[in-house]
């Protein structure tokens, strides 16, 4: 398959970085979103990506401009996926809300359109009648900032066809990804199956007073060769989002998890800490301790 026709459905942050780069590598790229609105801000949000592939890829005005002016934004799903080779759904992760767009993409793409899905927590399985084309759907998972974390976890379901599979690992290729495929469904997929037990590791011994943050952090950057620990790693992400994953498996019965969840909630989110977003979590921002020469002295 060809893919000159790719459609990001959702703008919102993941989105529009991922319509950005599509376009920035040379694709034809539609933007949808429900409301004119939520177009408006996803034009807002991608044009202040264009400042940070300068800065971060050296990327030059007239490359940054031209990637901007080959998109297309549309508020009317027939019109922004009527001609797609590739429908990329990132919208937002509740099951309803998902199942409801693949059946209206369903009826509005052409035949040949191949859907994939940037969810995180979800399984293609879930999603694949709903598509009205199983075969020709699939998974192709980014990570937030993907013009340097430039990863791209695509992870096919029993009913794939193998074909679809490799072609969209070619894709993710000439979109400027580390391509990983993915033969079998796995919640987590491959990176966080990896990140999040040493994420709850790391949690856990703060909680138990086993150590201070900065010194298990200090461990794992000394010992591994890691440019940030656990709890930079926990800043970047937010940590409304162990406090919600913590929080869910407390309620299932998990007593350490409720102690983390607990200690997140009292010690951050009820002080305003909630990681980067906020100027301060686990370090202070925007000087983390970790990022000092020294901090590993």
């Known amino acids: 398959m060809d893919y000159k026709n790719v459609t990001i459905a959702g703008s919102g942050v993941l989105g529009s970085q991922i319509a950005f780069q599509v376009a920035y590598k040379g694709f034809n790229v539609s933007v949808f979103d429900i409301s004119d609105e939520a177009i408006e801000t996803a034009k807002e949000r991608i044009q202040k990506l264009k400042e940070r592939y300068k800065k971060d890829v050296g990327a030059t005005d007239e490359q940054v401009n031209r990637a901007y002016e080959s998109m297309s934004f549309y508020s009317n799903l027939e019109h922004a ?3 797609a080779d590739l429908v990329i759904e990132a919208v937002p992760e509740v099951m309803d809300i998902k199942t409801d767009f693949y059946g209206k993409l369903a009826r509005i793409a052409p035949e040949h359109t191949i859907f994939a899905s940037n969810s995180s927590t979800m399984l ?3 999603f694949a009648d709903a598509t009205g084309r199983p075969e020709k759907f699939l998974m192709l998972h980014f990570a937030n900032e993907i013009w340097k974390n430039n990863t791209a976890e695509i992870m096919k379901h029993e009913r794939t066809d193998m074909d679809v599979f490799d ?3 070619e894709f993710a ?3 400027g990804m580390i391509a990983l495929p993915i033969y079998k469904e796995q919640p987590g997929y491959i990176l966080n199956s990896l990140l999040v037990p040493l994420l709850d590791a790391a949690q856990g ?3 138990n007073g086993i150590a201070d943050a900065e010194t298990i952090d200090k461990t794992w ?3 591994m060769g890691a440019p940030r620990g656990p709890f930079a790693v926990l800043d970047v992400v937010g940590i409304r989002t162990p406090y919600n994953l913590s929080k869910a498996k407390g309620e299932n019965g998990d007593e350490d998890a409720k102690a983390i969840a607990n200690f997140l909630k009292e010690e951050y989110l009820d002080k305003g800490k909630l990681g980067v977003e906020s100027g301060e979590g ?3 921002y925007p000087n983390p301790a970790y990022l000092e020469k020294d901090f590993l002295k």
């Open 221 to 223: 950057m000394a010992a």
């Open 167 to 169: 072609d969209l690992v």
């Open 205 to 207: 011994l703060l909680v």
């Open 173 to 175: 290729k000439q979109i």
């Open 282 to 284: 686990f370090y202070k």
């Open 81 to 83: 996926a009527g001609n």
């Open 124 to 126: 293609p399985s879930q």
